[in-house]
């Protein structure tokens, strides 16, 4: 079943967190690849100096300001993709960036993309998804439900990657990983 919009209009840390062993589901040339999500990290509103909204409204960002469960895809380091997911209400401006998923059925057995620049390579995510909905097959990307319940003690919590500059917010562990039995 697709998560619903009203899933990520909720707080971005528990939405980052509940995002946990869902799929992210690509349909690609006819064919439907289901990787499971196993890393995220919250962007937390416009405090968070993390965040691309930390310094107000641009064309860049401007959808993390729009509705809930919207993709957001910024290209960075002049060669990545990054997919991220727009949660909260309208104008509150937060994200949950997918660092990392399992590939279920590769035709290579399990497929770990750790990584968000790998991820979005393997499932071709790019700047084209920038503004769809998240919430609908229309697209050939979407999200579906998990099949298994999560348990606290299996999320760890860790800092965020690659945000030194952040002051206080490079600290906060909102970056989530599924530990994997």
């Known amino acids: 079943m697709i998560v619903k919009q009203s899933f990520y209009n909720r707080p971005t840390l528990k939405v980052a967190q509940d995002l ?30 993390a965040s691309h909204a ?12 729009g509705e809930p469960g919207i ?24 994200a949950v960036l997918i660092r990392a998923v399992i590939v279920e059925n590769s035709s290579r057995g399990k497929l770990n993309t750790n990584g968000p620049a790998r991820l979005t390579k393997c499932l071709r995510i790019d700047k084209s998804f ?10 050939g990307l979407w999200v579906e439900c998990r099949k298994d319940r999560i348990l606290p003690k299996q999320i760890k919590k860790t800092k965020r990657i690659g945000i030194d500059y952040a002051g206080d917010y490079k600290d906060k562990l909102w970056r989530y990983v599924l530990e994997m039995n």
């Open 20 to 49: 946990l062993g869902c799929f992210l589901v690509r349909k690609l040339n006819g064919k439907i690849i289901k990787a499971k999500i196993v890393e995220t990290e919250a962007y937390n509103g416009p405090k968070d100096l």
């Open 54 to 65: 930390s310094r107000g409204k641009t064309e860049r960002n401007k959808i993390m300001f």
């Open 71 to 94: 993709i957001y895809v910024y290209f960075t380091y002049g060669m990545h993709y990054m997919f991220n997911i727009v949660t909260e209400n309208e104008d509150y401006p937060a």
């Open 130 to 139: 920038n503004g769809l909905s998240i919430f609908t097959k229309k697209y």
